[in-house]
C-alpha cells in the first residue's frame, strides 16, 4: 500500500463504483480523503471542488466504498499514512442517490444541499442586490438573480454584468386606495414605490410598468401619476372608471443618464396623436425610487375613490 509522508497529499485517483477505498494513519497523525465528481481537465487545472469523505479527518484505520464514480485523493496529517484502493469497479450509473457506502448507513441521501456541496451552482448565484459579487469574479456565464427584485437577472461576461431581459420586478395585486371623504383632500398620495438599486438596469435597458386602476365615483376627477422624484412619467385625469388598465415605457438611450418615454397628457388617450414623445435624464447609475401616486385635484365635492388594483414592473 502507498505511504504518504507527514503533510503530502496523493495524487488524483479514477476511483469506480464499487471500490474500496481505506486509510491506516500513523500514530499521532490523522488522515482526509477528500473527493471530487468534476472532471479531470478541472483537477488538471485547479477548478475542481473537493469535497471531504463522510468520515471527515481520521486518526484509526478507516475505509468506506464508493457509490458514485468519483476522483479522490488523500492527505497525511502530522504523520506519514499508508492508503489503499481496492476491489473492481464499474462506471454504469449508479441506482441508489448516494456517494459512499457510509452514507446509505447514515441515510444521506442526494439531497439540494449535498447536490450544492458536489457540483456547487455553475448556473446561477442567489442573493440580495447589495451581495452581488462584481462581474470579474465570476466566470463569464455565471447568473445572477437579485431574491429582493423580483426576478431580476444578470449575467456576467467576464468584465460587466447584462441584465437579462425580459424578466419580472414586481407583480403586486395588493389594493391600494385613496377616498376623499377621509381627508385627503389634494394631497398627492403614494400608492406604490419600486426601489431600483444603483446600475440595476443598462445602457440599453428599461421599463414596463402595466397598471390596473378603478375608481367608481364621478365626483371630481382624480389623477394617477408615476415619478422618479421630479422626472414625472405621466399625469393621467381619471372620473368615472370601472376599470382602466395603463402600459408605460421608459427606455434608457445609449446612457443609464438618458431616457425616452411615450408622451404625456392628463387626458385618456391624449398622446396618441397630440403630444411628443418624453425624454428624461433619470441617473440610474445612482439608487433610483420610482412611486406610483394617487391625487384629487378637487377637495370638498363629495366622497371619491381611487384604487391601484395591481402592479406589474418589467425590466426591457
Known amino acids: 500500500m502507498p505511504t504518504l509522508q507527514p503533510g503530502s497529499t496523493s495524487q488524483a485517483f ?86 459512499w457506502q457510509s452514507d446509505i448507513l447514515s441515510g444521506q441521501e442526494l439531497n439540494s444541499a449535498k447536490l450544492f456541496q458536489l457540483f456547487g451552482d455553475d448556473e446561477m448565484i442567489l442573493g440580495t442586490y447589495a451581495n452581488r459579487p462584481l462581474a470579474t469574479t465570476v466566470t463569464a456565464g455565471k447568473e445572477f438573480m437579485a431574491t429582493d427584485l423580483g426576478n431580476m437577472r444578470w449575467v456576467s461576461d467576464g468584465t460587466q454584468w447584462i441584465l437579462l431581459t425580459p424578466c419580472k420586478i414586481v407583480g403586486d395585486a395588493t389594493q391600494q386606495s385613496i377616498v376623499d371623504s377621509v381627508g385627503q383632500g389634494t394631497t398627492e398620495s403614494t400608492l406604490y414605490t419600486l426601489n431600483l438599486p444603483a446600475n440595476a438596469l443598462g445602457e440599453d435597458d428599461g421599463l414596463l410598468l402595466d397598471l390596473v386602476w378603478s375608481c367608481s365615483n364621478s365626483a371630481a376627477a382624480k389623477r394617477i401619476r408615476s415619478r422618479f422624484g421630479g422626472s414625472v412619467l405621466f399625469n393621467l385625469d381619471l372620473t368615472t372608471h ?19 418615454s411615450q408622451g404625456n397628457s392628463t387626458t385618456i388617450f391624449g398622446p396618441i396623436g397630440s403630444v411628443d414623445v418624453q425624454t428624461f435624464t ?20 363629495g366622497t371619491n375613490d381611487l384604487t391601484l388594483e395591481e402592479v406589474t414592473i418589467n425590466a426591457i
Open 14 to 99: 479514477d476511483v469506480d463504483i464499487g471500490q474500496t477505498v481505506s486509510v491506516t494513519p500513523g500514530s499521532g497523525g490523522t488522515m482526509l480523503v477528500e473527493y471530487t465528481t468534476n472532471s479531470e481537465t478541472d483537477i488538471r487545472n485547479g477548478s475542481a471542488r473537493w469535497v471531504p469523505w463522510p468520515s471527515g479527518s481520521v486518526s484509526s484505520v478507516t475505509r468506506d466504498v464508493v457509490y458514485f464514480p468519483l476522483f479522490v485523493r488523500i492527505t497525511a496529517i502530522a504523520a506519514s499514512g499508508v492508503f489503499d484502493i481496492s476491489g473492481s469497479g464499474t462506471k454504469s450509473l449508479p441506482t441508489q442517490k448516494v456517494v
Open 282 to 301: 433619470v441617473d440610474f447609475t445612482a439608487a433610483q425610487a420610482l412611486t406610483i401616486t394617487g391625487q384629487f385635484p378637487v377637495a370638498g365635492t
Open 242 to 260: 370601472l376599470v382602466y388598465r395603463q402600459s408605460i415605457k421608459l427606455r434608457n438611450r445609449n446612457s443609464r443618464a438618458a431616457q425616452v
